[in-house]
């Protein structure tokens, strides 16, 4: 055995640690070249110095945060903390109330002509004053710059004007009741007339000048900086700002938290990771905050495709759905079952199907099998198709095949099929689709947005379904002139308990008609370290920054 010096072992000990160091220092300019665009500060050390600025970890990377092209989340969560809005929700109501606005719309006799009070003494972040006239340019930019979401507001308003320095008029195409929850979606918030323009596809994606309570610092492919907006006229933030961290995947999001690296871990991780964390929250470990979410999903039933324009067919699949099945083998009871086209978050909901066809009832679904002339023998055979890059929806078709298989004797059969997201999209508009697994994001909190883009058709016959409208471009082809009038007569009333009345019958109808099956409401879920607090969603799912303080 060699001996070797003390000063040849210290030596070999000081070319380790000179090579560990050269390592290290290139791991840190190397994470900091990669995660970094314009942000200075890592995640981890703002999670750790207590500094009053609050780390949220994502996966959602925003398209853009020009509020004109805006339509995902991932771009509307970022510019709903950025802004204001004449109208917007209290957390954990849909009922809407004043924000630029300083009072409820002023409607005319005839439900066209909205007249609406704002707030005076408002700044935009460059400094600009806030009036009527610079919300009149943002709403007309909104329609005239033909992005994402224009058609939210192209189809309903005629003009917009400012009728004095602090008074809005907005004349509408058509009676539309909702329409003050249309004015709390976050894309229609007022931006600076100096720095936007109006004019087809003149966006800036990535700047944003908004009057809200935080303004865009730094704005990076993996990282985005918030800075409180020291001139904001309401209540200012709980912290000092907001560093968000865009993470590549739901793994490195759990991990993130876990380490923390983040403070608050908000969209978008599995239903496993879910309950990891959950149950670590359980033994005191961190926060788990859940919320009833506004996204539901549901089965689409084509009428025209055979066997499915028999009624019966359509009520058949209805009764043989087991709801509290599927949300505890997909989604691990991270959701609510759904009985109604419209969710249980409104008043005016009813659970109908749950009243009419249970769950899981395969005996009624034999019986309306066998009155439709169906049998062992001869058996309805139909296609699920989802988008694939959906776990959910892939586990939901699997076990709707195998409970059929299972349960219903041979009578309904079901073959499980998926396509990439953008061929199913396309082609579930044009009649390809017997039946599909859908996801529906509102854009706006009122009962009409769950009801007339799914029942709605402009062009069409009883013989041949819908041709054009809602119902067509949603895969059912669903039409009837009764329920065409019931929509148009929902959105003009202004009466709320008429306006309920009307929303019973239009429920009625579905679940006698059948042209979608209601599956499951989301929950949503937030993490958050042990010490923060003031953790809030609005109900379209927006994480409340400026409430949040450790």
């Not at 890592?42 to 970890?57: E, F, H, P, Q």
């Not at 204001?84 to 924000?99: A, H, I, N």
């Not at 005076?120 to 006239?133: E, M």
């Amino acid at each position: 055995m060699t001996r070797v010096s003390l000063s040849a072992r210290q030596w070999s000990q000081i070319t380790k640690f000179f090579s560990l160091f050269c390592l290290c220092l290139l791991l840190v300019v190397s994470c900091s070249r990669s995660q970094q665009v314009t942000t200075t500060s890592s995640s981890s050390a703002n999670s750790l110095t207590g500094n009053g600025r609050i780390t949220i970890g994502t996966t959602l990377n925003p398209r853009t945060l020009d509020p004109a092209d805006a339509y995902e989340l991932r771009s509307l969560g970022l510019v709903y903390n950025m802004s204001d809005r004449l109208y917007t929700y209290e957390p954990g109501s849909t009922e809407v109330k004043p924000q630029l606005a300083t009072a409820l719309p002023k409607v005319s006799q005839d439900g066209l002509t909205y007249t609406i009070p704002v707030r005076q003494g408002v700044v935009f972040h460059d400094g600009t004053p806030f009036n009527a006239q610079a919300m009149a340019f943002s709403l007309e930019r909104f329609i005239k710059n033909g992005g994402k979401p224009s058609f939210l507001l192209a189809d309903i308003v005629a003009s917009v004007k400012a009728t004095a320095e602090y008074e809005l008029t907005i004349q509408l195409k058509k009676p539309f009741a909702a329409f003050p929850s249309l004015l709390a979606f976050s894309g229609v918030c007022p931006v600076s007339p100096k720095a936007y323009e109006i004019g087809a596809e003149k966006f800036k994606p990535n700047i944003f000048i908004g009057t809200g309570p935080y303004k865009l610092a730094r704005y990076g492919t993996d990282s985005l900086q918030f800075d409180v907006f020291d001139k904001y006229w309401g209540e200012k933030p709980a912290n000092k700002g907001i560093n968000l961290q865009i993470l590549s995947s739901s793994a490195n999001l759990y991990n993130s938290f876990r380490t923390g690296a983040v403070d608050v871990a908000y969209l978008s991780l599995e239903p496993d990771q879910i309950r990891s964390l959950e149950e670590s929250a359980k033994k005191g470990d961190w926060q788990a905050i859940a919320a009833q979410g506004s996204v539901v999903s549901y089965l689409v039933l084509n009428r025209n495709q055979k066997p499915l324009d028999k009624p019966e067919v359509r009520q058949a699949v209805a009764a043989m759905v087991d709801r509290p099945l599927l949300n505890q083998r997909v989604l691990l009871g991270q959701a609510s079952p759904l009985y109604s086209m419209v969710p249980k978050t409104f008043e005016v909901s009813q659970p109908l199907f749950q009243d009419k066809y249970g769950d899981g009832n395969v005996d009624k679904a034999k019986q309306l099998l066998t009155a439709a002339g169906f049998s062992k023998e001869n058996p309805v055979k139909l296609q699920i198709w989802y988008p694939s890059g959906s776990p959910s929806r892939s586990l939901a078709a699997q076990l709707l095949k195998a409970y059929a298989d299972k349960y219903m004797d041979g009578m309904l059969q079901f073959e499980v099929s998926t396509v990439d997201g953008a061929t199913f999209y396309r082609d579930i508009s044009r009649s390809f689709y017997p039946t599909a697994l859908q996801d529906w994001y509102p854009d706006f909190l009122d009962a009409d947005n769950y009801i007339q883009p799914f029942l709605d058709c402009n062009k069409g016959s009883d013989a041949k379904g819908c041709e054009k409208g809602g119902s067509q471009t949603l895969g059912s082809f669903y039409y009837s002139e009764t329920m065409n009038k019931l929509i148009g007569n929902q959105r003009q009333e202004q009466n709320p308990q008429a306006r309920k009345k009307i929303f019973a019958t239009i429920q009625a109808q579905v679940a006698s008609d059948v042209p979608y099956v209601p599956l499951w409401q989301t929950k949503d879920y937030v993490f958050a370290r042990k010490g923060a607090s003031g953790i809030q969603l609005d109900p379209t799912q927006n994480l409340i920054y400026k409430t949040i303080k450790k």
